[in-house]
Nanobody, 120 residues
Framework: VQLQASGGGLVQAGGSLGLSCTAS??????VAWFRQAPGKEREFVAA?????????YADSSVKGRFTISRDNAKNTVYLQMNTLRPEDTAVYYC???????????????WGQGTLVTVSS
């Protein structure tokens, strides 16, 4: 079971960036993005159900700016991030769970993380 995250990089505040997470080895009920900023705990960002496509987002800090989507044929989940802010700077991780959940502890499989840096 592998999750491969990609798409991180450096972007100016107000810019956009897209992340991808490709899963291999098995299918999952839920795929999510988490992030960990320097000196902070990892936090939930967004999640999407593989079958029903229902989406979940963290609080207002990302809702309306970030969009999670999926392409089941490619076993890939995307996170489109718009109007980025310096406080969005973090390592972004994709993770997969067997059931519908947004709790970090319920996610059994994790990708390696991809760094997003937003300059002011």
């Amino acid at each position: 079971v592998q999750l491969q995250a990609s798409g991180g990089g450096l972007v100016q505040a107000g810019g956009s960036l897209g992340l991808s997470c490709t899963a291999s080895g098995r299918t999952f009920g839920m795929v999510a993005w988490f992030r960990q900023a320097p000196g902070k705990e990892r936090e939930f960002v967004a999640a999407i159900g593989r079958i029903d496509g229902v989406t979940y987002y963290a609080d207002s800090s990302v809702k309306g700016r970030f969009t999670i989507s999926r392409d089941n044929a490619k076993n890939t989940v995307y996170l489109q991030m718009n109007t980025l802010r310096p406080e969005d700077t973090a390592v972004y991780y994709c993770a997969a769970a067997k059931r519908t959940t947004t709790r970090e502890r319920d996610y059994d499989y994790w990708g390696q993380g991809t760094l997003v840096t937003v300059s002011s």
